[in-house]
C-alpha cells in the first residue's frame, strides 16, 4: 500500500529471506567461490537500510540486492527529477512525464534483481517512527544522501540502537569542460565512535596545535 506524504508509507513488500539451509543460486556462484555458502546465507539473512536513493544509492541497492542481501529497507521522499537522469541508475524520460519516487524506482529495480528479496520502500525521512522501527532491527545502514543533517541522523541512529552505519559521499568538480577535483569519502559511524560533531571539533583542534 502507497499513501503519498504518510510517516512510514509503504510503497511494496514482498518475499521472504530464506531459511539458513538455503542453498544458493547459481548465478552467486561467483560470490559463494571466494567468501564460501555461509558467507551468502548471511547476507540472506541480513537487513540493509538505505539513506537516499538517487545517485549513489541508485548504484548501491542494486549492488546489495545482487550480491544476496535477504531483506532492503530504501528511504527517500523525493521525485526524480530531470537533473536526475545523468546519475540514477535504472532513471528514464518516462519516470518524468510520470512523476516517480526514487524510493518506487529502487524498489521496483531490487524486484527485478531478485523477486525474493523482501524490499519496503519508504516515501518519508528519518526519525519517523515507521523507519527508525526498521533501523533499530537492521545490521548495517548505508547513508547515500547529500544532506547533512541526514548524515547527522544517521550517525546518531547508528549510537542509539548500536547499527553500525557508513555514509558515502562523493564530489566532482569541473571547470572549462576538465575535472579539476575528484573526492571519494566513506565514513564508518559505530556506536562507540564519537560523532560527526565531536569528529569535526577534534580536526579543528589538531589544524590549530598544528
Known amino acids: 500500500?502507497?499513501?503519498?506524504?504518510?510517516?512510514?508509507?509503504?510503497l511494496w513488500r514482498g518475499g521472504t529471506p530464506p531459511p539458513p539451509?538455503?542453498?544458493?543460486?547459481?548465478?552467486?556462484?561467483?560470490?559463494?567461490?571466494?567468501?564460501?555458502?555461509?558467507?551468502?546465507?548471511?547476507?540472506r539473512r541480513s537487513t540493509a537500510v538505505v539513506?537516499?536513493?538517487g545517485g549513489t544509492g541508485s548504484v548501491a541497492i542494486p549492488m546489495l540486492a545482487r550480491?544476496?542481501?535477504?531483506?532492503?529497507?530504501?528511504?527517500?521522499s523525493d521525485l526524480i527529477s530531470p537533473s536526475n537522469l545523468e546519475r540514477t541508475h535504472a532513471s528514464f524520460p518516462e519516470h518524468i512525464e510520470t512523476p516517480t519516487l526514487k524510493a518506487a524506482l529502487a524498489r521496483d529495480h531490487v524486484r527485478r534483481i531478485d523477486p525474493d528479496i523482501e524490499v519496503i520502500a519508504f516515501d518519508g525521512r528519518l526519525p519517523q517512527r515507521?523507519?527508525?522501527?526498521?533501523?533499530?532491527q537492521?545490521?548495517?545502514l548505508l547513508g547515500c544522501t547529500d544532506q547533512h543533517t541526514s548524515r547527522l541522523v544517521l550517525s546518531d541512529m547508528a549510537r542509539r540502537y548500536l547499527v553500525p552505519a557508513i555514509d558515502c559521499g562523493g564530489l566532482i568538480e569541473g571547470a572549462n569542460g576538465l575535472v579539476t577535483g575528484q573526492i571519494i569519502q566513506l565514513v564508518l559511524f559505530r556506536p562507540h565512535d564519537p560523532c560527526p560533531r565531536c569528529?569535526?571539533?577534534?580536526?579543528?583542534?589538531?589544524?590549530?596545535?598544528?
Open 199 to 210: 569528529r569535526a571539533w577534534s580536526m579543528i583542534c589538531e589544524c590549530a596545535r598544528s
Open 21 to 43: 539451509d538455503d542453498l544458493p543460486p547459481e548465478r552467486v556462484a561467483r560470490f559463494t567461490s571466494s567468501f564460501g555458502v555461509e558467507a551468502y546465507q548471511r547476507l
Open 130 to 136: 515507521s523507519i527508525v522501527e526498521e533501523v533499530a
Open 138 to 140: 537492521a545490521d548495517v
Open 67 to 76: 550480491a544476496g542481501v535477504g531483506k532492503i529497507v530504501i528511504v527517500d
Open 1 to 10: 500500500m502507497f499513501l503519498e506524504g504518510q510517516p512510514g508509507a509503504r
Open 51 to 53: 539513506i537516499g536513493a
